[in-house]
């Protein structure tokens, strides 16, 4: 969690509320909003969508969109944030913070968030990425100058992963 985002409220363990928006209702997935991009006038926005919340449908959902299935109803929109509010094509929301002297209590539990077992995805992804480095260095038409650099960016790789790993668990502390 981003230092600046731990003031924000969050609601059933994976939403910040959007004040001022449509019926009062409407929500940001806190990982969504965590990794999405700053408000920039070189950033236009990244791809997202709004929709109905097909469990509550009086709550809207607010997402980044990887262009997967689009759930029904779902309005395309582009989407920045800055310390306080997300922006909905251009527009602000603040995010909801907590009131003075009011704590909440985070979930720590391994993918507690958003119901995934990141450690386990991680090893995976380490996995899968020295199984094809491997692959390469065995490709006889792959030059030794690719290796190299493929094994420069492989390096770097498992150095953000690492961090990704000191991340997570700064976060069960």
Known sequence: MQLFDTNKKIYDNYYYHLLDHDTGNTYVL?????????????????????????????????????????????????????????????????IETLGRGEQQTLPTKKGSVSGRDFYEELEQLSTQIRQRTDAIHGNIFVSETDKKEVDEFVKNLFTEIAHTRQDMEKLEE
């Open 30 to 94: 806190v990982a969504d909003y965590q990794n999405m991009r700053q408000a920039s006038r070189e950033n236009a926005g990244q791809a997202g969508i709004i929709y109905k919340d097909p469990n509550n449908p009086q709550r809207s959902i607010v997402r980044t969109y990887d262009g997967s299935d689009m759930p029904r109803g779902a309005s395309s929109v582009y989407l920045t944030r800055d310390e306080e509010c997300i922006y909905i094509n251009g527009v602000r929301f603040y």
